[in-house]
């Protein structure tokens, strides 16, 4: 399909919206390469030195955002690894409005355009709920959900035989520094886009089946 080649889609959602589930779903239907920050962040975060022990604290004590400097130059690196004619889905990025300026220039020097921007909303209560239950493989960065899509007490990836983990920032203490975080500088990105008509708002509270068939409707209408 050649539309795939130009689409490029930002998710945008709080946390446990299933963006990245989503991303995953998107990018396989539409052979998008997939950049997700907070795997890149996460990575950093594991490493043993300064910078890895400044990003821990910020990711999984703090809950804070990682600041735009940083970000925008981890989001150039991963964009130049993507060929010219390949679409991306965005998972995670932009989350501030300095970010989101710093993207639309980016993106112009690329000579690639922003097509979609997902907006998927859910309730705070839904988000404690989904990321406390969250589990994530190490290895292929599967997300499952504990006692639902795997067995509450697994440790293996069903999928690739990985490590299974719940991460330090889905605690009831750090989801909530996130969520504020989110309300603050996220959320307010909305706006930013909402006048280019590039934006499409799918309800996060359905099953991920059934937010998967509303993102495609809603792409294919638009085509
Ligand atoms: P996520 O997996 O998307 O929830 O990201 C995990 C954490 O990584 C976030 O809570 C932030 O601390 C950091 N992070 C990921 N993406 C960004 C971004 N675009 N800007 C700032 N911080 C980010």
Redesign the pocket.
């Known amino acids: 399909m050649n539309r795939s080649r130009s689409m490029h889609v930002v998710l945008l959602g709080p946390?446990g919206s299933g963006?990245?589930t989503q991303a995953k779903l998107l990018a396989k239907q539409y052979k998008l390469a997939h950049i997700?920050?907070?795997?890149?962040?996460?990575y950093f975060?594991a490493q043993h030195n300064t910078l890895g022990r400044k990003?821990n604290r910020?990711?999984n004590v703090?809950?804070?955002?990682?600041?735009?400097k940083?970000?925008i130059q981890?989001?150039a690196g991963a964009m130049q690894k993507v060929p010219r004619k390949q679409g991306i889905v965005f998972?995670?990025?932009?989350?501030?409005l300095a970010?989101a300026r710093t993207f639309d220039g980016l993106l112009k020097k690329a000579g690639r355009e922003l097509t979609h921007v997902i907006y998927i909303p859910l309730r705070q209560s839904t988000t404690i709920r989904r990321l406390s239950l969250r589990r994530i493989c190490l290895k292929c960065r599967t997300p499952w959900i504990s006692g639902v899509t795997i067995p509450r007490r697994a440790v293996i990836c069903p999928q690739c035989g990985g490590k299974v983990i719940q991460?330090k920032?889905d605690t009831p203490p750090v989801i909530k520094k996130?969520l504020r975080?989110y309300l603050k500088?996220?959320k307010p990105i909305l706006s930013y886009y909402k006048h280019r008509g590039i934006v499409m708002t799918v309800d996060g509270e359905p099953s991920i089946g059934t937010v998967w068939r509303s993102i495609k409707k809603h792409l294919h209408d638009r085509h």
């Open positions: 946390q963006k990245g997700e920050t907070g795997a890149v962040f996460r975060a990003i910020l990711i703090e809950g804070k955002l990682i600041p735009d940083m970000v981890v989001i998972d995670g990025y932009p989350r501030t970010q991460r920032d996130r975080e500088k996220t």
